[in-house]
């Protein structure tokens, strides 16, 4: 016995560990929304290294532009080029609040319009890996975010909060194949469950008798208990009759651009 | 211990950069899985069970920063370091090629063992549809990322033996 453990120590070793992964595997999936104890160390961990990038891009952007701005001025007279450097500079820095404004007061509106506390937050990551649909956002439970609150900009939807540690949160986008949200079609109310497929979203379970047609739009039903009602989810751009069946698929062109995520509204929670 | 230390750090920058340098200069949806070759290298240079650890854990710490549940990366790092373990082992080390080939035959491996995975344990069945359109660009950009480390290795450790010898004819010079 002794003898034929020596002979497969490395593939006893080899099974056990895979048996680890497997059983740390299937136990993560039941608990898939909450951090654990290591998630939250690393996130931790890593999270002053994502605000120094984040600033750190910010100034390289800065420099940059100051940089091809000082290049074009160095071809043309030292005093006009002063003018024009300044006067660039300005226009940049003006363009560059401008949109930063024009973002911040559509959130502005949408705070406004809505009857629940936010938190804004800034995006400074993305998901490791190119299947999966997930950002990192710089708020997390010191500033009073949990797990499964709804994330959205002025345009619509943006996903919901999973792995929340200390400073920062990760958001699990609409887009992504395990987002499922409870939706309806504006202008008739017929109900779905809006699940993410990469670049798409596609609207299942809805009843194949109710008339849709491309363009309707679709906003969250309010029923998951996590996404308040009426968010703009997208508009329907396709639409899937199979030759049986009680329901159609609908596919849906999101109203948010997920690649261009830069300051997210975090909703904590309906108003007492 | 401190090859451990050295592939924890190394894990994490490689994250950190995939997860916010990267996206900055390359783009979201295409950017090289330098977890994925960290353990192609882990498989062909270290020793078996150190090595199956280092890769587990490398594919947890991706876990926290990709997807939804832990564990999934970590079982597949797992076995990708297996199979390039076993398969490495059959062949000349020295080559530069072979790291090429276990890019190839890694990047494809990880996306049919995750699509596998997701089948048989999650309800992500949409997800198989991505990773097989993503594949093709996938593969492209981690053989280029592969070719781009393998050609500046290469030219550093030309310069460095070059410094070697220079440093050598010296010696011999002072001697005489």
Redesign the interface.
């Known amino acids: 016995m002794l003898d034929f453990l020596k002979r497969h120590q490395?593939a006893l070793?080899?099974s056990s560990?895979?048996l680890?992964?497997?059983l740390?595997?299937?136990?993560?999936?039941r608990q898939?929304?909450k951090a654990?104890l290591?998630?939250r160390g690393?996130?931790q961990?890593?999270s002053p290294?994502?605000q120094v990038?984040?600033s750190i891009?910010h100034e390289v952007a800065t420099l940059w532009h100051n940089y091809i701005n000082l290049t074009q001025v160095q071809q043309t007279n030292l005093i006009l080029e002063q003018r024009v450097r300044e006067q660039r500079q300005q226009l940049l820095q003006l363009r560059e609040v401008a949109q930063e404004n024009n973002r911040l007061r559509k959130l502005l509106h949408f705070h406004e319009e809505a009857n629940f506390p936010e938190i804004p937050a800034r995006v400074?990551?993305?998901?490791?890996?190119?299947?999966?649909r997930?950002v990192?956002i710089d708020k997390g439970l010191n500033d009073g975010l949990r797990d499964g609150l709804a994330v959205v900009v002025a345009e619509g939807v943006v996903g919901r909060t999973?792995?929340c540690s200390r400073r920062t949160s990760?958001v699990?986008l609409a887009n992504?194949?395990?987002s499922e949200i409870s939706a309806l079609i504006q202008h008739n109310r017929t109900r779905g469950v809006a699940?993410?497929?990469?670049d798409t979203i596609?609207l299942n379970y809805a009843l194949r008798r109710k008339d849709v047609k491309t363009g309707d739009a679709v906003i969250t039903a309010g029923t998951g208990g996590i996404f308040p009602k009426g968010l703009p989810i997208g508009k329907i751009s396709n639409v899937i009759k199979h030759d049986y069946g009680m329901f159609q698929t609908l596919e849906i062109t999101p109203s948010v651009d997920f690649?261009r995520l830069e300051e997210v509204l975090v909703i904590l929670g309906e108003q007492q | 211990m401190k090859h451990l230390g050295l592939y924890l750090i190394i894990g994490?920058s490689l994250?950190?950069v995939?997860?916010?340098?990267l996206?900055?200069l390359v783009?979201?949806?295409?950017?090289p899985?330098l977890?994925l070759i960290l353990v192609l290298y882990i498989g062909l240079n270290e020793t078996?069970?150190a090595g199956?650890?280092y890769a587990?854990l490398l594919g947890?710490?991706?876990?926290?920063?990709?997807?939804?549940?832990?564990?999934?990366?970590?079982?597949i790092m797992?076995?990708i370091f297996?199979g390039t373990y076993i398969g490495g082992r059959q062949l000349n080390l020295e080559n530069d090629l072979v790291m090429l080939l276990a890019t190839i035959i890694g990047t494809i491996c990880n996306s049919l063992l995750?699509i596998l995975?997701l089948l048989c344990?999650?309800e992500?069945?949409?997800?198989s549809?991505?990773?097989l359109?993503?594949l093709p660009a996938?593969l492209l950009i981690n053989l280029t990322t592969v070719l781009t480390i393998t050609f500046l290795l290469s030219v550093l450790h030309k310069r460095s033996q070059r410094n070697k010898r220079r440093g050598t004819y010296q010696g011999l010079q002072t001697w005489h």
């Open positions: 490395t070793l080899f560990l895979f680890c992964a497997l740390l595997y299937s136990n993560s999936l898939q929304n654990n290591f998630e690393v996130l961990l890593t290294f994502y990038l984040d891009q400074i990551a993305v998901d490791a890996s190119s299947w999966f997930t990192t999973i792995k990760r699990l992504d194949a395990a699940r993410g497929k990469g596609t690649s | 994490i994250i950190v995939q997860t916010s340098v996206p900055l783009g979201i949806s295409l950017r899985d977890i078996p069970l199956a650890f587990w947890c710490l991706l876990d926290v920063f990709c997807g939804t549940t832990l564990g999934l990366n970590g079982m797992l076995l297996c995750l995975t344990f999650s992500q069945s949409q997800s549809v991505l990773i359109n993503g996938q």
